[in-house]
């Protein structure tokens, strides 16, 4: 090795599995519960928009059609 070069440390498995050793944990179970809570209202209020595409555009304009053609802006009872 050159002198102008430094040796780069590296993390390996054994240091992640020495620090484990002194682990604790830090979320108490009401905080986890109150996660699972709103990432289930969060999963629910997403799946109102999970079926939404856009209908593929028949031609080369810039307005969106139905399958038959129709302007579905146009389409809407009054």
């Not at 498995?13 to 990432?39: L, N």
Request: glycine share 8%.
């Amino acid at each position: 090795m050159e002198e102008d070069e430094e040796e780069i440390a590296e993390i390996k498995a054994g240091h992640f599995e020495e620090s484990m050793k002194y682990a604790r944990r830090s979320v108490s179970d009401a905080d986890i519960r109150k996660y699972q809570a709103f990432a289930q209202t969060l999963q629910q209020s997403r799946g109102i928009g999970s079926e939404f595409s856009f209908p593929e555009a028949t031609g080369t304009g810039a307005t969106a059609t139905t399958a038959g053609g129709a302007d579905p802006l146009l389409m809407r009872e009054e």
